[in-house]
């Protein structure tokens, strides 16, 4: 066997150029699958990083009538909406792949919020102490909430990059009073998502999806909401999931849960819990993407085939070249299966080489269309094994017929052949 293989590559550097045009083909088809395939990977990882943000996995889940978020700045207070005790948050925490849960209250539209002159239309969310670590929120300037904030009910509150940016115009916010309805609160400090995700926001859905953090928020201790609003509102719940892929499960199993426990019989219709399911629409864009993406690469599978033929082309040429050489084995003793796997590993070694070169091509040409077209790839390393070992298949099937007919070459003949 490593005879065979000494023998492949003194043949290769023997006929320099007219190996590299052989292996030129199959060089081109895997560096093409390496670029297509790290590409789709990249596009998948944005598609889902755009809906989700890089690194949250928070699941949010909303009262809802008919399908639509309940809005309270609008609309009365529903009866018969039990409010969520600890009770049913340890409920939530107990469901799988579920880190930890916090219970919150938003207002949409935030009424007769000023600083100064500075009117703020964004949004009000009366948190519990789990709200920023669950939904992927970072400290940036002053302090968070402290446990007597929430045991004395301290009118004191905390911006988010938006609401400060309106309000604030980029200077030191901490220290300063806010006017909330006709109540002052202090604020405290300054959070910011800990991603640098921003959310493109192109349609309706868009919006609902990313109003959390599109419009600005501003944070309020939980026990401080009775100052402004009812204290008996519905909350919504954050959950936080241990990845990604966990979400869309989580997010239906809470929303049964609170469906199930917090609305009573006596509610009108058309009520219910309901989860952001992001990931299903995440792979719903990545499925449409990645039907575009495989007629791609059944065209560089089309490279590889025909880097095959070129394979067994040069392989019957050598085959003709070495007649004499291969009667003289023969007529030493040398049997046809011995014949046979020197020929198939040459051709083996000529397209694992190009499997190889083609892999490096690949993942330069995908570094260079990330940087030129400023679009994300990843690379995939079983796709880059899978290539490698598919290209020696390629050598070895192409090969076949070359190898088989060395095999059963005439010494006799062979040996006369000039």
Not at 294 to 307: D, E, F, N, Y
Request: aromatic share 8%.
């Amino acid at each position: 066997m490593f005879e065979n293989i000494s023998l492949a590559f003194q043949s290769v550097k023997s006929h320099k150029l007219r190996s590299f045009l052989t292996m030129l083909g199959i060089i081109i088809g895997i560096a093409s699958i390496i670029t297509i395939v790290s590409t789709i990977k990249g596009t998948n990882e944005q598609i889902k990083q755009s809906l989700i943000g890089a690194g949250n996995n928070a699941v949010r889940i909303r009262l809802c009538q008919d399908n639509y978020e309940y809005d309270f700045s609008w609309n009365p207070l529903p009866e018969g909406i039990i409010p969520i005790s600890e009770e049913t948050r340890q409920e939530l925490a107990k469901i799988e792949h579920v880190s930890d849960v916090s219970l919150y209250y938003v207002r949409n539209y935030a009424e007769n919020v000023y600083y100064g002159d500075q009117s703020f239309n964004g949004f009000l969310y009366g948190i519990d102490q789990r709200y920023f670590p669950t939904s992927g929120y970072g400290l940036r300037a002053g302090r968070l909430f402290t446990e007597e904030d929430y045991r004395t009910c301290r009118k004191v509150c905390i911006l988010d990059r938006a609401a400060w940016s309106t309000l604030y115009a980029g200077s030191d916010p901490v220290g300063t009073t806010i006017e909330m309805r006709g109540e002052s609160f202090t604020v405290v400090g300054i959070v910011d998502l800990n991603s640098s995700f921003e959310a493109k926001i192109e349609t309706v859905s868009d919006y609902y999806n990313f109003m959390d953090t599109s419009g600005g928020i501003i944070f309020l201790p939980s026990t401080t909401w009775p100052i402004l609003f009812l204290f008996d509102e519905p909350q919504h719940v954050a959950l936080k999931a241990d990845s990604p892929d966990d979400m869309t499960a989580i997010g239906q199993k809470a929303s049964k849960l609170l469906s199930e426990t917090q609305i009573s019989s006596s509610t009108e219709t058309g009520f219910s819990y309901k989860g952001e399911d992001l990931m299903e629409r995440a792979e719903q864009l990545q499925q449409l993407s990645n039907a575009s993406n495989t007629q791609l690469l059944w065209i560089a599978g089309i490279s590889l085939l025909v880097g095959g033929i070129g394979v067994m082309n040069i392989m019957l040429v050598t085959v003709t070249e070495r007649t004499q050489e291969i009667g003289l084995k023969k007529a030493l003793g040398a049997r046809k299966n011995r014949i046979l796997r020197q020929f198939l590993t040459e051709a083996g070694v000529l397209t694992g080489l190009g499997g190889l070169l083609g892999v490096i091509a690949g993942i330069g040409l995908a570094k260079l269309i990330s940087t030129v077209l400023e679009t994300p790839t990843s690379i995939s390393i079983p796709a880059i094994l899978i290539a490698v070992v598919f290209s020696m298949l390629i050598g070895i099937v192409f090969g076949l017929l070359p190898a088989v007919k060395a095999s059963r070459l005439d010494p006799i003949v062979a040996l006369r052949r000039e």
